[in-house]
C-alpha cells in the first residue's frame, strides 16, 4: 500500500473512532511523545508573506501532551462528565489531505500531513448544531508497522468559538 | 413594594421583577429572570449602560500604539495606549459615516485609517487626515471637533483597565469599594503585578450572565455535583465538599463578592494557593497590610466577582493526576451579554510577572486544563448553564421561584480580620442575596 492510501486510510480510522467515542482506541493511535495544541486564532492583518494570520502567540484552546489527553479521556468515562454525557453527535469531515515526502530521522519514518476538518456538532433534541471548521498539520509517524500521530496543530477558522465548549478532539 | 417606574415596563416584566423582589430576602428567585428578551433590554440599559465594565488588562498594551478591541454590549472600543503613554478607549466608529476604523482585534498602530472614505485619526483619537479635505469639506473645517468618540469613562485600577457608559458615573474606585482589599490578594501577590499570558479565548454560550456569575461569586455548593468527574480523577481534592470550607464574604451595596477557600481538614496542600517558595517570600512584603499576608497564606481556592460581570478565580489544582504537587492558576473573565440567553465568555490566563518561567509554564497548562474554552471544570458549567437558561425561558418555567436559602440561618464571622461582612462557611448563598439586592436596585432606578 502506498504512502498515501495509508494515510488516508489513518485520518479516516481516526475520524470514526472519535465519532463512535471510542477513546480509549483513538489513544492508541498516538505517540507517547504526542504533542496536540489547538491555538487560539484572532482577526489580524494579512501576512505579507501570505499564509495564515492571526494565529495567537501564548494562548491556545488546547495545548496537550499524552498524560492530559488521556486525563481528558478518563474524565469521559467517570460517568459525570456532563458536557459529554450524552455525548454530543460528532461527525469529524476529513478533506483535501495533502501529504508530504516521508523523511526517516532519529524516531523513525515520519509524514507530514496537511487536511482540511468540518466538525457537525448536535446536541440533546435541539434541532440546531454548530460546525467547527479547521486545518489540521499533523505529523504521523510509523511505529511497529503503522503509523500513529506525533503533532498536531489545528488552526481554527473561528476567533469567537460558536459552540459552549471544547468537550471533544478535533 | 412596587417600586419598579412601570413607564415602559409591560405586565409581565412587572410581574417578574416584583416576584425578584419579594422573593430575594426569603431566598426565592423567579426563573425567569435567567433569559427573557424585555429584561435583556432593561438590563442593557440600567446596568450594563451605568456599571463598571472590566476592559482590558495593562500587560495587554504595554508599548505606545498597542491596541485591543473590546466590547461593552454591542458597543465596540478601540482600546490603545497612545503615544503619551495614556490609556485611552474609542468607539469604533468613524465620525464621517459609521465605519469600523479597527481592522483588527488586536495590534500596534499608529493611526486608524477608515477603509470607507479614508478619515484617518491618531491613536490619541484625534483626526489629523481627510482625504481632499479643502475641496471636499471648504476652507476652515474643523478637524478637531471631528475625533473618535471616547468613551463616556475609562478608569485603571491597579492595572485593571474599566470602562463605563454613563458620564456621570461615580469614581471606579468608589464603584469598587471594600473589594479591593480582595483584589489586592491577586494584583499585589507581586510588586511587579499581573501580565496576561496571551489574548483571551472568547466562546458563546446559550445562558445568561448572571447564572455564570452567580457560580462564581457564591456557588461553592456545585463543585460536589458539576466537577464530581474532576473530584473521581483525584484532580479536585478528595473531600467533595471542599469547596465549603472558607469564608463568604460580599460588599454591602456594591453587590461584590469573594470566596476564600482554605484547605479542607486534613488535606495536605502547601501554604499560599501552593506558590513558588520565592514568590511567598515576595508576597510577604508586597501585601499592603499583615491582614492580608496572613489570609493569603492560608488560602487555596479564592475567586472574586465584581458586580456585573467580571470574575477571577485563582485554585491550586494538579495539572494532572501524575504531577507530584499541584499548582496554582489564575484566570480573569468578562460575562459578557449577548442578548437574552445568550453571552461570550472572554477568558484569559494571568500570571504574576516575576513568576518564574517554569512556575509560568505549569500555571499556563493548569489554566487550559481546567479553565477556558477547553477546560475539565469550565466544560461542564456552561453545559449545565445552557439548560438552566433554556428552562427559564418556559412558559412554565419563569414562573417557577428557585431556591438561594442557603445558609440564610448563619450569623457573620466576628473575628473576619478583612472587609465587607464574612460568612464562616462557603455553602451559603448571602453574596448572591447581596448581588441581587444591588441588582434590583439598579433596574428600579
Redesign the interface.
Known amino acids: 500500500m502506498d504512502v498515501i492510501r495509508e494515510v488516508l486510510d489513518f485520518l479516516h480510522r481516526e475520524a470514526a473512532l472519535l465519532d463512535e467515542g471510542r477513546y480509549r482506541e483513538w489513544l492508541s493511535l498516538l505517540t507517547e511523545d504526542v504533542v496536540y495544541r489547538i491555538p487560539v486564532r484572532l482577526t489580524r492583518e494579512r501576512p505579507p508573506q501570505g499564509g495564515y494570520g492571526g494565529i495567537a502567540e501564548g494562548m491556545l484552546h488546547m495545548d496537550e501532551d499524552r498524560a492530559s489527553l488521556e486525563m481528558r479521556v478518563a474524565r469521559l468515562e467517570t460517568g459525570f462528565a456532563w458536557a459529554e454525557d450524552p455525548p454530543s453527535r460528532l461527525r469529524h469531515f476529513v478533506t483535501n489531505v495533502r501529504v508530504g515526502e516521508p523523511v526517516r530521522g532519529d524516531r523513525g519514518e515520519e509524514v507530514e500531513v496537511r487536511s482540511y476538518l468540518l466538525l457537525f456538532r448536535s446536541r440533546w433534541d435541539r434541532p440546531d448544531f454548530t460546525f467547527l471548521s479547521a486545518e489540521r498539520q499533523d505529523l504521523l509517524r510509523r511505529e511497529n508497522g503503522g503509523w500513529k500521530l506525533a503533532r498536531r496543530l489545528v488552526i481554527l477558522d473561528h476567533s469567537t468559538l460558536p459552540t459552549h465548549n471544547l468537550s471533544f478532539f478535533l | 413594594m412596587a417600586r419598579i417606574q412601570s413607564k415602559g415596563v409591560s405586565q409581565r416584566l412587572q410581574e417578574l421583577l416584583e416576584g425578584l423582589e419579594r422573593g430575594l430576602e426569603e431566598g426565592l428567585i423567579p426563573a425567569g429572570i435567567f433569559n427573557d428578551p424585555e429584561l435583556f433590554e432593561l438590563e442593557a440599559s440600567r446596568i450594563f449602560s451605568r456599571s463598571w465594565v472590566y476592559l482590558a488588562h495593562v500587560s495587554e498594551i504595554p508599548s505606545p500604539g498597542d491596541y485591543v478591541l473590546r466590547y461593552i454590549l454591542n458597543n465596540a472600543f478601540i482600546v490603545v495606549r497612545s503615544e503619551d503613554g495614556k490609556i485611552r478607549a474609542f468607539l469604533d466608529m468613524c465620525r464621517h459615516r459609521g465605519m469600523r476604523v479597527c481592522?483588527?482585534?488586536?495590534?500596534n498602530a499608529s493611526h486608524f485609517r477608515c477603509p470607507f472614505h479614508g478619515w484617518t485619526y491618531r491613536n490619541d483619537g484625534s483626526l489629523v487626515g481627510v482625504p481632499a479635505e479643502r475641496e471636499a469639506f471648504g476652507e476652515g473645517f474643523r478637524k478637531e471637533d471631528w475625533g473618535l468618540l471616547p468613551i463616556p469613562r475609562l478608569e485603571e485600577w491597579d492595572g485593571l483597565v474599566f470602562g463605563n457608559l454613563d458620564p456621570e458615573a461615580s469614581s471606579l474606585e468608589e464603584w469598587l469599594g471594600e473589594i479591593r482589599w480582595y483584589l489586592e490578594l491577586v494584583t499585589k501577590r507581586s510588586p511587579m503585578g499581573l501580565e496576561v499570558?496571551?489574548?483571551?479565548?472568547?466562546?458563546?454560550?446559550?445562558?445568561d450572565w448572571k447564572l455564570a456569575l452567580e457560580t462564581f461569586i457564591s456557588d461553592s455548593y456545585h463543585t460536589l455535583?458539576?466537577h464530581?468527574?474532576?473530584i473521581?480523577?483525584g484532580?479536585a481534592p478528595k473531600d467533595a465538599k471542599y469547596a465549603m470550607y472558607g469564608e463568604q464574604i460580599h460588599i454591602p451595596g456594591k453587590g461584590h463578592g469573594t470566596m476564600v477557600v482554605g484547605a479542607p481538614p486534613g488535606a495536605k496542600l502547601p501554604p499560599f494557593w501552593g506558590y513558588p517558595e520565592e514568590m511567598m517570600e515576595r508576597a510577604r512584603t508586597s501585601y499592603p497590610t499583615r491582614q492580608q499576608w496572613e489570609v493569603a497564606r492560608e488560602t487555596r481556592i479564592f475567586l472574586v466577582t465584581l458586580f456585573p460581570n467580571f470574575s477571577l478565580h485563582n485554585p491550586i489544582r494538579k495539572?494532572?493526576?501524575?504531577y507530584p504537587v499541584p499548582v496554582p492558576m489564575l484566570t480573569f473573565r468578562v460575562w459578557h451579554p449577548l442578548g437574552p440567553g445568550r453571552i461570550?465568555i472572554i477568558s484569559w490566563?494571568m500570571v504574576e510577572r516575576d513568576a518564574p518561567e517554569w512556575f509560568k509554564e505549569k500555571a499556563?497548562?493548569s489554566y487550559?486544563?481546567f479553565f477556558?474554552?477547553?477546560?475539565?471544570f469550565?466544560?461542564?458549567d456552561?453545559?449545565?448553564w445552557?439548560h438552566v437558561a433554556q428552562n427559564a425561558a418556559s412558559t412554565l418555567g419563569r414562573k417557577v421561584r428557585l431556591n438561594y436559602q442557603m445558609g440564610r440561618n448563619l450569623k457573620p464571622d466576628p473575628n473576619w480580620p478583612g472587609p465587607g461582612v464574612a460568612y464562616p462557611i462557603n455553602f451559603t448563598d448571602e453574596n448572591l442575596r447581596n448581588f441581587y439586592r444591588k441588582y434590583l436596585d439598579m433596574i428600579q432606578g
Open positions: 481592522r483588527a482585534e488586536m495590534g499570558l496571551g489574548p483571551p479565548q472568547r466562546f458563546v454560550v446559550n445562558t455535583m458539576t464530581r468527574s474532576m473521581e480523577l484532580i495539572p494532572d493526576p501524575q461570550e490566563g499556563r497548562l487550559l486544563r477556558g474554552s477547553s477546560g475539565t469550565e466544560q461542564d456552561t453545559e449545565i445552557s
